[in-house]
């Protein structure tokens, strides 16, 4: 099951790119998981929330790059 904060479209077949919903004046660090399984970058994520990340995930290098375009790590 996903995590609430996730926003998640019926699972793109690899074209999955999820954010949190998290106001982008947020001052926690911000980590990109990047990983084409998503349970297994969804796992990283959840442990490094815990840790006080916030995290995005991409299931590929293209979305990865968008993604970091879009705010800096």
């Known amino acids: 099951m996903p995590h609430p904060f996730w926003t998640m ?3 793109l077949p690899h074209a999955m790119f999820l954010a949190m ?13 990047v990983d084409d399984e998503l349970a297994i970058a969804q796992g990283l994520a959840y442990f490094l929330e ?12 293209k979305l990865a790059l968008a993604a970091i375009q879009e705010e800096q790590p």
């Open 21 to 33: 919903t998290v106001p982008t004046t947020n001052p926690l660090p911000l980590i990109i998981v």
């Open 9 to 11: 479209p019926q699972m």
């Open 50 to 61: 815990d840790l006080g990340f916030r995290v995005r995930i991409a299931t590929s290098g």
